[in-house]
């Protein structure tokens, strides 16, 4: 595909956060988060503001400090506080920069626009999590952001994970394809040969399986299945 729409992910951002915050205000902080091992809704929540406020130190080459709630306010109410304080936390560190200011991203040095997108993607996938939990339909994306979340796996947190030895490369790579943004991947193997397999499916759900959200039930399949289930084992993300 020549031409790919590419997300405004600072934009999309902040719209995620707000739905986050949003549907958080309504769950039981103890129900459990499914796809997501033993963590509950509470430790969800946690996890993502703490990595709001991780972006936001790279972007301005300093630890921040967590936020504190008013001691007067409920539990429940001081977790949805903190997260929208982290949230607006980094929404603050990106306007205090250009996208092209360089800065940490994960080992090297690179552009704040890279955190855009990655926190534009962790929290797309968090809120899917949530909406697990809470029994309803995540907000509607476009196929192009979710394409967009696929190209991210296949082209820096997988290599990240190899990088870092969480992962070791699959025997045999496999190919994807979104039918409804015409875009297709490959995920190499340690030969270097043809693809053992090909899974074609919706941007969306093609993302949440590299994300560990899904199997390969529904999908269009052809080739190897054992393989890509192996490959797929495999820590392709964090």
């Not at 103890?30 to 963590?39: H, Q, T």
């Not at 697990?132 to 952001?145: D, F, H, K, L, R």
């Not at 190899?162 to 030969?191: C, K, M, N, S, Y």
Request: glycine share 8%; hydrophobic share 40%.
């Amino acid at each position: 595909m020549d031409d790919i729409e590419e997300p405004d992910h600072r934009a999309r951002l902040s719209t995620l956060q707000e739905a986050f915050a949003h549907l958080l205000s309504t769950t039981d902080p103890a129900a459990p988060v499914p796809w997501c091992g033993d963590w509950t809704v509470r430790e969800l929540a946690e996890h993502l503001g703490s990595v709001h406020l991780w972006a936001a130190g790279r972007v301005r080459g300093e630890k921040q400090n967590p936020p504190v709630p008013p001691a007067d306010l409920p539990e429940s109410e001081a977790l949805v506080w903190r997260y929208a304080a982290c949230a607006e936390a980094l929404r603050s560190a990106f306007s205090e920069v250009t996208p092209d200011h360089r800065c940490r991203t994960f080992e090297e040095e690179g552009p704040a626009s890279f955190w855009h997108r990655r926190q534009a993607h962790e929290t797309l996938i968090h809120l899917w999590d949530l909406s697990q939990a809470v029994g309803t339909a995540t907000p509607p994306e476009s196929a192009a952001t979710w394409a967009d979340c696929v190209d991210e796996v296949v082209q820096v947190m997988h290599p990240r994970q190899l990088r870092l030895g969480r992962a070791e490369p699959p025997t045999q790579g496999f190919a994807l394809h979104a039918e409804d943004a015409d875009r297709r991947w490959v995920i190499p193997g340690q030969t270097g040969t043809a693809e053992a397999g090909l899974v074609t499916g919706p941007a969306q759900e093609l993302a949440l399986l590299l994300w560990g959200r899904r199997g390969l039930e529904g999908l269009q399949f052809s080739g190897e299945e054992s393989a890509v289930e192996f490959a797929l084992a495999g820590s392709l993300t964090p």
